[in-house]
């Protein structure tokens, strides 16, 4: 622009646009310098940050959830920081979710561990992929863990590997019951569940559920053999009525033939009065809702009755009736009436099985921060092998001799009850020389128990 300003030759014309023509070339130079170190700039600096953006994807994609692109928030906005906060934010959410499926997956690990079902799952190989503790309690295993072996090494159990196998073929039916021997005689109810849609071999194809219904099974069984007792209990004498009933018809029977079959019937009768009054009084003591009346009470009163009350039937056998009392117990903390029925249960038993001329005791002692109650004799004893099932209800040694001598079979598992009910038990010891040891433990103070009582 100068130069067309100033008045020039043709000489001069040529030098200016020579000159015009460096300073252009000049010109040109310096802007595709400029361009080059633009370019060279913005491409280093996009280089840095797509580093930096492979840099967080690499460790967050090694499990280092904390990884973020650095952004400089002072650094104006560009598109490069636009991309990093996008990141960052999409980074946050995977974090977020993945806590989430990790608090899921710990919560369910917790249920699986403490569930008292034992669990167990295979893969398509039968390869175990997830046992819990239930499980390795019902079922032995020769690995600390099973985890990553073939359920058929895993678990020497033929009847769990027959079903894990079946489930795998699709032809376990729902619901199975095992008994497992090893390492404790449990049954087991199976419940298989076969997973249709795993995508390959490695994935879960099915879980065993395992429920110890061992407990369950021995109180049907307990339930289906008292009602078979008790109908056969008074089934007995009942039959026995209803067939001299029939022979009263008969109305040209002589009188003594009549009253001798109107005895029997009586006999018959008062023993199915004494069956249903045990048995409602067993009932009564194993309701819920059965609570002992506690109070402080003299022993010895209760024992001095007994032994007045069994008087008569003591002395058509020539017994003797004998206290050892402890005498610093002189009170005891409990139920009076519950007390003296097991205390009479007891007295009575040893003089039913202790012939004539034999010795009864009822002693009292102290032992640590309980009272023992014992009633001993030296009458026939109890066979070793008979001990275990002694306080069954209905269970007798020799059923005609406690038929004979008006016994129910029930005795023992009242007094068995009731000492429970206070707290206490009852233990069988043979007698020295010979003869039964009755021995009743009650505590010293009684906090009556009438939730964790037995069944029979
Ligand atoms: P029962 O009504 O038959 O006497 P129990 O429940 O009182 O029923 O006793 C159960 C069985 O225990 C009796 O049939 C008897 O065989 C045995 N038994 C109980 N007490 C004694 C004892 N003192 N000596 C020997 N056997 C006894």
């Known amino acids: 622009m100068i130069y067309a300003l100033l008045p020039i030759g043709s000489e001069g014309l040529a030098t200016s646009y020579s000159d015009m023509a460096v300073v252009l070339a000049a010109i040109l130079a310096v802007a595709v310098l400029i361009v080059l170190a633009l370019l060279v700039w913005v491409s280093t600096k996009s280089r840095k940050s797509l580093e930096k953006l492979a840099d967080t994807a690499s460790r967050l994609s090694q499990g280092e959830w904390t990884a973020r692109?650095?952004?400089?928030?002072?650094?104006?906005?560009?598109?490069?920081?636009?991309?990093?906060?996008?990141?960052?934010?999409?980074?946050?959410?995977?974090?977020?979710?993945?806590?989430?499926?990790?608090?899921?997956?710990?919560?369910?690990?917790?249920?699986?561990?403490?569930?008292?079902?034992?669990?167990?799952?295979?893969?398509?190989?039968?390869?175990?992929?997830?046992?819990?503790?239930?499980?390795?309690?019902?079922?032995?295993?020769?690995?600390?863990?099973?985890?990553?072996?073939?359920?058929?090494?895993?678990?020497?159990?033929?009847?769990?590997?027959?079903?894990?196998?079946?489930?795998?073929?699709?032809?376990?039916?729902?619901?199975?019951?095992?008994?497992?021997?090893?390492?404790?005689?449990?049954?087991?109810?199976?419940?298989?569940?076969?997973?249709?849609?795993?995508?390959?071999?490695?994935?879960?194809?099915?879980?065993?559920?395992?429920?110890?219904?061992?407990?369950?099974?021995?109180?049907?069984?307990?339930?289906?053999?008292?009602?078979?007792?008790?109908?056969?209990?008074?089934?007995?004498?009942?039959?026995?009525?209803?067939?001299?009933?029939?022979?009263?018809?008969?109305?040209?029977?002589?009188?003594?033939?009549?009253?001798?079959?109107?005895?029997?019937?009586?006999?018959?009768?008062?023993?199915?009065?004494?069956?249903?009054?045990?048995?409602?009084?067993?009932?009564?003591?194993?309701?819920?809702?059965?609570?002992?009346?506690?109070?402080?009470?003299?022993?010895?009163?209760?024992?001095?009755?007994?032994?007045?009350?069994?008087?008569?039937?003591?002395?058509?056998?020539?017994?003797?009736?004998?206290?050892?009392?402890?005498?610093?117990i002189d009170t005891v903390h409990g139920d009076r009436d519950a007390v003296y029925r097991i205390l009479y249960n007891l007295t009575d038993n040893a003089h039913k099985y202790t012939p004539d001329g034999g010795h009864i005791e009822v002693v009292s002692q102290r032992q640590d921060d309980s009272i023992l109650l014992i009633v001993q004799d030296d009458g026939i004893g109890v066979p070793e092998q008979d001990r275990p099932r002694l306080f069954e209800r209905f269970f007798r040694v020799d059923r005609a001799r406690s038929r004979e001598s008006g016994g129910t079979g029930l005795g023992l598992s009242i007094v068995k009850h009731l000492a429970e009910a206070l707290g206490g038990s009852v233990r069988y010891e043979p007698n020295v020389p010979r003869g039964s040891r009755f021995v009743v433990t009650l505590p010293q103070d009684v906090q009556p128990n009438t939730t964790d009582r037995k069944d029979n």
Not at 157 to 181: H, I, K
Not at 223 to 249: C, M, Q, W
Not at 269 to 276: D, F, K, L, P, S
């Open 69 to 328: 692109v650095p952004i400089d928030p002072y650094r104006k906005s560009d598109a490069f920081s636009e991309v990093g906060y996008a990141f960052n934010r999409m980074a946050n959410e995977m974090k977020l979710r993945y806590d989430r499926s990790r608090r899921e997956r710990d919560q369910l690990q917790t249920v699986l561990t403490n569930m008292s079902d034992g669990v167990l799952a295979v893969d398509g190989q039968g390869i175990v992929r997830l046992v819990n503790r239930a499980f390795l309690r019902y079922f032995r295993t020769v690995f600390d863990n099973p985890i990553g072996h073939a359920h058929t090494e895993a678990f020497r159990d033929r009847g769990l590997n027959t079903l894990v196998q079946e489930m795998l073929d699709g032809t376990a039916s729902d619901l199975s019951e095992l008994v497992v021997a090893e390492p404790t005689r449990r049954i087991l109810v199976l419940r298989s569940a076969p997973i249709a849609d795993a995508d390959d071999q490695s994935d879960v194809r099915g879980v065993i559920v395992a429920r110890d219904v061992t407990a369950r099974r021995r109180v049907e069984q307990m339930r289906r053999d008292f009602v078979a007792n008790v109908s056969h209990e008074l089934r007995t004498p009942l039959t026995a009525i209803l067939g001299y009933v029939e022979a009263l018809k008969d109305t040209g029977l002589p009188t003594p033939e009549r009253t001798r079959f109107l005895e029997t019937i009586s006999r018959n009768a008062t023993r199915m009065n004494r069956i249903v009054a045990d048995l409602l009084e067993l009932s009564r003591i194993e309701a819920p809702d059965y609570r002992p009346e506690i109070s402080r009470f003299a022993l010895r009163p209760i024992v001095e009755e007994i032994g007045t009350n069994v008087q008569a039937a003591l002395a058509g056998k020539s017994q003797t009736f004998a206290t050892k009392l402890d005498p610093s």
